[in-house]
């Protein structure tokens, strides 16, 4: 794990770093309470499909942690996204995302699209199992098992098979996903999880339907699930949901 | 509005009352924090069936809306239940509502029971309505929308006619309840609502199905609404469920 570039800003500072994982070297970012030290509770955030590991919602996230819970976060570009791709690539996919919620949405295309990547959830899991042992080797992170993950669409689709072979992995937030034809495997990977979960879904998200949103939620194996349902489009999770996600990683994660 | 008994403990006073309504004493109780002056939000509690105004359940949440947040919280006896009815007939009806949970649940009997108070809802209402009233006169809670209603199961059934009427409730909390043949008033009064709902579900409610629950959140006419769902029977909602609740009030109505 080499760090490249520091900044502390509001308390919170925010590590960049470069982590060489099967060949790849895998970009990612590490946000911790300013002057931190010692082991402290740990999230891993996936970021979604076209975005990248220092989008709005992931930074955002990441310094709440820090700010309201002393926790650490880290953050990596997915295959095929952020810093590991051009600007004129991502911009396409961010274009090609766009369009295909827009057809979706007018029901004139399938919802699902095959990744540009192949193999990339597999990919993806490796790469956060290598880039956590790296981070837990780190005095602000520490060796423990008071990790949690939170990924919502592409991060659920890349989450659930990372959290579902990764026993560190305490507790998870997952969404926006939901069980798809030609992703058997995910839905296998669903039910091997036990750990506490919580799942948020968009009733009125125009690239899946309500049964298969509720259909994952059911192939979760947890015992402690929990599903939160809110009106609207793929892209429009009310900013509530943002406290619930903070009370959860408390509960289950506990103080710093 | 007849103060009868007042009790204070850990910070939170306790008050007695009668109103007379339409004929009938209703009793009740007015929570808030020791010594407070002047207005507050004010929460109004609808318990469950065969419940009271003091059960276990609206105690605690009572008592948490005056420690953690300064609110003020009312709870009356339903039309049939508590101090209105003789402790011979409350048992009886407590002792019907484990027997009807226990053959829905083996999938002996159909879940709804028809009320043994004939019109009890609309009584329900007016006697909120009254409540209300009542209770807006007095310093501690004082004249104002910042009025949320909390009722789950039977709470729902006689809540969603009541917050349908009432345009002083600015939010509400409902769940444990669901669209039934012949309560077709009751998903119309749901329509009518448009305030913050949250809707809280148990996945595996021995006493109505999962389309039924999903049905009563589709059919409220609210735009901000959000629905919990959690595995496990019509009594086990999670306790982590009350945190939620919290915020969303602190969301909705502000501080004390």
Redesign the interface.
Known sequence: MQFLAENTADGVTRREFRLEVGGDSVPGCLWHPQGAVGPRPLILLGHGGSQHKKAANITAAAISHAQELGYATLAIDAPGHGDRVSREQAKADQDAAREAGRRAQQGQAPPARPSRIPGAAAKAVAEWRAVLDAAQQLDVVGRHDRVGYWGVSMGTRFGVPFVAQEPRIACAIFGLFGVFPGLEDHRLAAEQIKIPLMFVFQWEDELMS?DQG?AL?NAFGS?????????GGHVGV?A?ER??WL?FWK?HLGEA
Do not use: G
């Open positions: 309500r509720l939620f015992t402690d699930k929990t599903m939160h349902i809110n009106p009310p509530h406290d619930s009370a509960r």
